[in-house]
T-cell receptor
Framework: GQNIDQPTEMTATEGAIVQINCTYQ??????LFWYQQHAGEAPTFLSY????GLEEKGRFSSFLSRSKGYSYLLLKELQMKDSASYLC??????????FGRGTSLIVHP | GAVVSQHPSWVICKSGTSVKIECRSL??????MFWYRQFPKQSLMLMAT?????????EQGVEKDKFLINHASLTLSTLTVTSAHPEDSSFYIC????????????????FGPGTRLLVL
């Protein structure tokens, strides 16, 4: 089976940096996704990590440590529009991702 | 990027009626589509995997006779919620991946915009 854990809610200030952590347990591992989901909308793809290390993509970066069962999403230069839910999703043996409950990020001025 | 559409975006119905939701891949052929359900402040829960030309694969705890899935073509999958009840009120999201997702090559899924169902 799979288990994914991420904080329920985080708050941060506009212009700051925030790190959203995700820990997981799984019997099989193919990769780890991060998605952004605004209220009432479908998720949009942010990143996919297969190998250990940090992958940077503009203001967003994602890190993976397979040995520790740990990933984080790093958001820099926060903007108000970054207020959303961030979903960590694990791709295990079936290649169909299992989603975590999501972390609701609130960015305030 | 690839586009997936869903119709309708909103539906309100009376208890006991059936509701059909369509999921279309607009610019690619999808042999596999996925149906998710999401309750407020909850995670996306996979309901079933829709396979073109064959029966859908349902996740444990999902009633196949209540949630009918038809994947009649490479660009269209439908989910019919039969005899809907208030507890079926939820956000239903479909997704599709380019060819290769089910074949072992990891590709990202493209999500439809979702359908919000309210059963009165």
């Amino acid at each position: 089976g799979q288990n994914i854990d991420q904080p329920t809610e985080m708050t941060a200030t506009e212009g700051a940096i925030v790190q959203i952590n995700c820990t997981y347990q799984t019997s099989g591992f193919n990769g780890l996704f991060w998605y952004q989901q605004h209220a009432g909308e479908a998720p949009t793809f942010l990143s996919y990590n297969v190998l250990d290390g940090l992958e940077e993509k503009g203001r967003f970066s994602s890190f993976l440590s397979r040995s520790k069962g740990y990933s984080y999403l790093l958001l820099k230069e926060l903007q108000m529009k970054d207020s959303a839910s961030y979903l960590c999703a694990l791709s295990g043996g079936s290649y169909i991702p299992t989603f975590g409950r999501g972390t609701s990020l609130i960015v305030h001025p | 990027g690839a586009v997936v559409s869903q119709h309708p975006s909103w539906v309100i119905c009376k208890s006991g009626t059936s509701v059909k939701i369509e999921c279309r891949s607009l610019d690619f052929q999808a042999t596999t589509m996925f149906w998710y359900r999401q309750f407020p402040k909850q995670s996306l829960m996979l309901m079933a995997t829709s396979n073109e030309g064959s029966k859908a694969t349902y996740e444990q705890g999902v009633e196949k006779d209540k949630f009918l899935i038809n994947h009649a073509s490479l660009t269209l999958s439908t989910l019919t919620v039969t005899s809907a009840h208030p507890e079926d009120s939820s956000f239903y999201i479909c997704s599709a991946g380019p060819p290769g997702l089910a074949g072992g090559h990891q590709e990202t899924q493209y999500f439809g915009p979702g359908t919000r169902l309210l059963v009165l």
